[in-house]
């Protein structure tokens, strides 16, 4: 049994921070009908890389229903008025206002149901100057600073997933959890409205506060850490790379004595603590290097271990696999091809590997919802 078992959940939604949320609700137990247009959510053609089919839709829309509606069209129109007027939970991601426009207003949606959820999500919010500004990650990645302080100095660098829509969706899945327990008690729905910009600018906090009332925002670091070292990537044999973080004078005395075994290093005085060997990093990171170059990444990573100080190697995705805390689930596409993709982040004790429920083809269930629901609009 599901915590959101009996919720249905009407999910006018493309791409990825929408979806990732209704997602969520899925897994949850929730009834999720996906309302596409003809051509469907663009995400279907991103690529094909999950078995011929794309590999976020793949992701995004296991166990989903999709009804293809065209808003304009006076039948389809009372269907979707009929999904609403039973739903817990609308969720959509529409350019800002296109829903109103088409009728759909939050006025003429509360006449029908009081109760409804209404979650609206955005690039930067659905009002204001700037709410019409076509929002895709990497661009709100940029706007909103996380491009200034990623990569390193000599170029910048994106976060390599889309992290402000995975961002948007989990802030707005933990939001609309909220909203239940509220309507629960109140009996009425609330609009909430989630912008990818409002959640990359709350990430953006810590570099924010630096630059206003600080001595100025780090500068992108690389694998380095702006203020702790030794803190980033050192080089052992092959080239191969592995990361540490050294966190207070403790760990700084183990890496020299149990890991580097180095007195030299331990006792220059320029090394005696984190600010002094933040001011004398790049003649740090050579000492420590020119130790490491000597060792096989194993080694190096099983004294690390030994020593109890934190570390990772720097793996590529196709490492992922096999890395020994991955989890998998079972995941299929419309096709039915089924794939081990990465597992939900939650772990609970009732977890089974079971196949989840494969992805809708468009318009899937066009018939068998319109049947459902063609004869329960209220007049």
């Known amino acids: 049994m599901g915590a959101l078992d009996n919720l249905l959940v009407v999910a006018i939604e493309q791409a990825v921070a929408a979806p990732l949320c209704t997602a969520r609700l899925a897994d949850a137990g929730a009834r999720v009908i996906k309302v596409e247009r003809a051509e469907g959510d663009f995400a279907r053609n991103y690529d094909a890389a999950a078995n011929g089919e794309s590999s976020y839709f793949t992701w995004l829309n296991q166990g989903k229903e999709s009804v293809c509606l065209d808003f304009k069209n006076s039948d389809d129109a009372k269907v979707l008025w009929s999904l609403l007027e039973r739903a817990d939970i609308l969720i959509q991601n529409l350019s800002p206002g296109a829903l109103a426009r088409a009728g759909y207003t939050e006025q003429a949606l ?13 690039g930067y919010g659905d009002s204001g100057e700037v709410a019409t500004k076509r929002a895709y990650d990497l661009l709100v990645q940029a706007e909103s600073g996380i491009i200034s302080v990623s990569g390193d100095t000599t170029a910048p660098g994106r976060v390599g997933v889309s992290i402000c829509d995975i961002g948007a969706g989990i802030t707005a899945y933990a939001a609309l959890l909220e909203s239940v327990i509220k309507r629960a008690n109140t009996g009425v729905g609330e609009t909430l409205s989630v912008s990818l910009f409002d959640v990359a600018a709350e990430w953006m906090s810590v570099p924010y506060i630096h630059a206003e009332f600080g001595e100025g925002a780090p500068e992108p670091a690389g694998l380095r850490h702006p203020s702790i070292a030794p803190y980033g990537a050192f080089e052992c044999e092959q080239g191969r790379l592995v990361l540490i973080s050294i966190q207070n004078e403790r760990e700084w ?12 290093i331990l006792q220059n005085e320029k090394f005696g603590s984190n600010n002094s060997r933040v001011e004398h990093r790049t003649e740090l990171e050579n000492a420590i290097n020119a130790i490491t170059r000597a060792m096989s990444a194993d080694e190096f990573q099983q004294r690390l271990q030994k020593a109890a100080i934190a570390y990772g190697a720097i793996n590529s995705a196709a490492e992922l696999a096999t890395h ?15 794939m081990p993709f990465p597992a939900h982040p939650v772990r609970r004790m009732a977890d089974v590997d079971a196949v989840s429920a494969r992805t809708p083809t468009l318009g899937e269930h066009t018939a068998k919802i319109k049947a459902e629901f063609s004869q329960l609009h209220k007049q």
């Open 110 to 122: 509360r006449e029908k149901n009081a109760g409804l959820i209404i979650c609206n999500i955005s």
């Open 253 to 264: 005395n183990r890496l020299c004595t149990d890991v580097l075994q180095s007195n030299d």
């Open 324 to 338: 020994k805390a991955m989890r998998f689930r079972t995941v299929a596409n419309s096709s039915g091809n089924a």
